[in-house]
């Protein structure tokens, strides 16, 4: 699309954002799409996308050409197939949070089938490598990262949402090839994490790593939150040997825990669609039991959210961080616990002008571009209001979408944002910030309406 071409369509009485004109005028032009030599770079993003909002549509655009497309990366030794990059200098590998963001969106395009499926190989890939050299114990996990060569293999994992992300993409396009490819490595890797995070068999789920250094463990979910700042790594508690090291944490994290519930939730739903009663009944067992031990033991009534417990006490680590609200994703907490989360939620603690903070803005660690110690994560607020629409708080949930996607029209696609100004910190059109265009498709927003079109439109 040329220069004056877009200028004619955006309407002379609008003003988009000069970042945002550049960027979308920078997407078409350029002929940039990553590393994968397919029609990436012809994509009429526009023609698949409506809205009450020229800004909106910008927004949309640029999100798929700069956090998805251009995230499309060739085969890499050791990732076989296509594989998705999250940006920046140092991320050179496929994540698992990361990646299920782009793939859900990714769906939508047209003729994107097999390299989604090739993404989702690249993780069964490492499964079997990481088989070949590992005790009975930490058969099937996935690693954090298949970072390329020659980078050394992350010996923990990260948050459980790859059964997640399948189920996202099935929805969309349909592709049960896709399900016949993943669902019983996904039930592997979830029993991998039942196995070597829910030490006390309570159903809670803790973080750790096989390499023994504390920050690898803090790295299998929002790293530097401040309810881990004691975390300790440990023996196993209950297996022994000469071989066994100091590998898991001594903190069961609300975070993680919810979103192997997430995850467990998606896998039941597939395995009914593909007719697979006994495994559903099997996810079905795991979710009951997590979701009681979330209310027995992580509620906290006070706080008006779900506080990470110390693994061998269940004493409450008391700060709440951005894992208290994953719960409401999860549809872990009732109705009552819900409508107390939301009103904790909109208090000044959690409304900084930029919600929803990394961590509660009254306690003394907060600062408002901490890394998650008080920033603003467009991923995080798409999980929250998207659990607070599935439990009707509508309003409060739009509020913190509209406010997400105003100010990245203001200042930009980023990793993270300062929860106070609002200005971008961290790697520029990081690609999991592809959810300022999922809150909008999943009608979280009042504001800034997208959705897709019954018919893509002709320009």
């Given at each position: 699309?040329?220069?004056?071409k877009?200028?004619k369509?955006?309407?002379?009485?609008?003003?988009?954002?000069p970042?945002?004109?550049?960027?979308?005028?920078?997407?078409?032009?350029?002929?940039?799409?990553?590393?994968?030599?397919?029609?990436?770079?012809?994509?009429?993003?526009?023609?698949?996308?409506?809205?009450?909002?020229?800004?909106?549509l910008?927004l949309?655009?640029?999100?798929?050409?700069?956090?998805?497309?251009?995230?499309?990366?060739?085969?890499?030794?050791?990732?076989?197939?296509?594989w998705?990059?999250?940006?920046?200098?140092?991320?050179?590998?496929?994540?698992?949070?990361?990646?299920?963001?782009?793939?859900?969106?990714?769906?939508?395009?047209?003729?994107?089938?097999k390299?989604?499926?090739?993404?989702?190989?690249?993780?069964?890939?490492?499964?079997?490598?990481?088989?070949?050299?590992?005790p009975?114990?930490?058969?099937?996990m996935?690693?954090?990262?298949?970072?390329?060569?020659?980078?050394?293999?992350?010996?923990?994992?990260?948050?459980?949402?790859?059964?997640?992300?399948?189920?996202?993409?099935?929805?969309?396009?349909g592709?049960?090839?896709?399900?016949?490819?993943?669902?019983?490595?996904?039930?592997?890797?979830?029993?991998?994490?039942?196995?070597?995070?829910?030490?006390?068999?309570?159903?809670?789920?803790?973080?750790?790593?096989?390499?023994?250094?504390?920050?690898?463990?803090?790295?299998?979910?929002?790293?530097?939150?401040?309810?881990?700042?004691?975390l300790?790594?440990?023996?196993?508690?209950?297996?022994?040997?000469?071989?066994?090291?100091?590998?898991?944490?001594?903190?069961?994290?609300?975070?993680?825990?919810?979103?192997?519930?997430?995850?467990?939730?998606?896998?039941?739903?597939?395995?009914?669609?593909?007719?697979?009663?006994?495994?559903?009944?099997?996810?079905?067992?795991?979710?009951?039991?997590?979701?009681?031990?979330?209310?027995?033991?992580?509620?906290?009534e006070?706080?008006?959210?779900?506080?990470?417990?110390?693994?061998?006490?269940?004493?409450?680590?008391?700060?709440?961080?951005?894992?208290?609200?994953?719960?409401?994703?999860?549809?872990?907490?009732?109705?009552?616990?819900?409508?107390r989360?939301?009103?904790v939620?909109?208090?000044?603690?959690?409304?900084?002008p930029?919600?929803?903070?990394?961590?509660?803005?009254?306690?003394?660690?907060?600062?408002?571009?901490?890394f998650?110690?008080?920033?603003?994560?467009?991923?995080?607020?798409?999980?929250?209001?998207?659990?607070?629409?599935?439990?009707?708080?509508?309003?409060?949930?739009?509020?913190?979408?509209?406010?997400?996607?105003?100010?990245?029209?203001?200042?930009g696609?980023?990793?993270?944002?300062?929860?106070?100004?609002?200005?971008?910190?961290?790697?520029?059109?990081?690609?999991?910030?592809c959810?300022?265009?999922?809150?909008?498709?999943?009608?979280?927003?009042?504001?800034?309406?997208v959705?897709?079109?019954?018919?893509?439109?002709?320009?």
């Open positions: 699309m040329k220069r004056r877009f200028l369509i955006t309407g002379s009485g609008i003003t988009l954002a970042w945002l004109e550049q960027l979308v005028i920078a997407a078409d032009d350029s002929g940039a799409h990553g590393g994968v030599s397919d029609d990436s770079a012809n994509v009429n993003i526009r023609s698949l996308f409506e809205s009450n909002s020229e800004e909106a910008a949309t655009e640029a999100v798929f050409h700069k956090c998805i497309l251009e995230k499309i990366m060739q085969p890499t030794p050791p990732l076989r197939n296509t998705i990059v999250p940006g920046g200098p140092y991320y050179k590998g496929q994540w698992i949070w990361d990646t299920m963001f782009v793939v859900d969106l990714l769906s939508i395009l047209p003729g994107k089938k390299v989604i499926r090739d993404i989702f190989q690249n993780y069964w890939d490492f499964q079997d490598r990481w088989n070949r050299k590992m009975d114990y930490a058969q099937d996935i690693t954090v990262a298949i970072k390329t060569a020659p980078q050394e293999v992350r010996q923990f994992s990260q948050i459980p949402i790859l059964a997640w992300g399948v189920e996202r993409v099935y929805s969309r396009n592709d049960r090839q896709l399900l016949k490819e993943c669902l019983g490595r996904l039930e592997r890797f979830h029993d991998w994490f039942w196995r070597e995070r829910d030490l006390t068999n309570i159903g809670l789920i803790t973080v750790g790593s096989y390499s023994g250094k504390l920050q690898h463990a803090r790295w299998e979910t929002f790293d530097y939150e401040c309810s881990m700042d004691d300790k790594l440990t023996m196993h508690p209950l297996r022994k040997g000469p071989a066994e090291g100091t590998w898991y944490g001594d903190i069961c994290v609300t975070g993680n825990t919810s979103y192997l519930i997430m995850g467990e939730r998606s896998l039941a739903r597939l395995a009914k669609i593909v007719g697979d009663r006994q495994m559903a009944a099997r996810r079905k067992r795991r979710i009951d039991k997590a979701v009681q031990a979330m209310r027995d033991h992580m509620w906290d006070k706080a008006g959210t779900f506080l990470s417990v110390k693994r061998d006490t269940m004493q409450k680590v008391p700060v709440a961080t951005i894992g208290s609200w994953i719960p409401l994703t999860a549809g872990v907490p009732t109705k009552a616990m819900t409508k989360m939301a009103e939620l909109a208090t000044d603690a959690w409304q900084t930029l919600p929803v903070p990394t961590v509660d803005r009254t306690d003394p660690r907060w600062k408002s571009d901490g998650w110690r008080g920033d603003v994560w467009p991923s995080t607020n798409y999980q929250i209001t998207r659990g607070l629409a599935d439990y009707g708080h509508k309003t409060l949930a739009a509020d913190i979408a509209d406010k997400t996607i105003a100010n990245a029209i203001k200042n696609i980023n990793e993270h944002y300062d929860s106070v100004s609002g200005k971008p910190i961290g790697v520029k059109d990081y690609c999991m910030s959810t300022l265009v999922t809150m909008m498709l999943d009608g979280l927003t009042q504001k800034y309406k959705k897709l079109c019954d018919e893509p439109r002709v320009q």
